[in-house]
């Protein structure tokens, strides 16, 4: 599976950003789908995961209530609409797949295949 992701770039705190990423798979919906980042200096933590009917999410603590995680299946994209942006939310976005049923493994033990990353830049 070869995950693209986009969408990144330089917001001011407070403002709204929109992450995608599209898997090159024609089983999508096995894949339970995430994302996480990394901050420069800092290891890679995770952000969100959905399950792949979309109806399950998991959501790390610093982001929810500001970060949405969904999913297209016809679309084979997976989002990330991140909103309240603040500076601690710079980071490389990384997209991931598991092969999986749940979210809980994608948190714990990360994706089976990976994306590129984007960058996001949260200005003050």
């Known amino acids: 599976v070869q995950l693209q992701a986009s969408g990144g770039g330089l917001v001011q705190a407070g403002g709204s950003l929109g992450l995608s990423c599209v898997a090159s798979?024609?089983?999508?919906?096995?894949?339970?789908m995430g994302w996480f980042r990394q901050a420069p200096g800092k290891e890679r933590e995770f952000v969100g995961a959905?399950?792949?009917?979309?109806?399950?999410?998991d959501y790390a603590d610093s982001v929810k209530g500001r970060f949405t995680i969904s999913r297209d299946n016809a679309k084979n994209t997976v989002y990330l609409q991140m909103n309240s942006l603040k500076p601690e939310d710079t980071a490389v976005y990384y997209c991931?797949?598991?092969?999986?049923?749940?979210?809980?493994?994608?948190?714990?033990?990360?994706?089976?295949?990976w994306g590129q990353g984007t960058l996001v830049t949260v200005s003050s």
């Open positions: 991931a797949a598991k092969v999986d049923i749940t979210t809980a493994t994608m948190r714990n033990f990360g994706g089976d295949y």
């Open positions: 798979t024609r089983t999508f919906t096995t894949y339970v």
């Open positions: 959905i399950s792949w009917t979309g109806r399950s999410t």
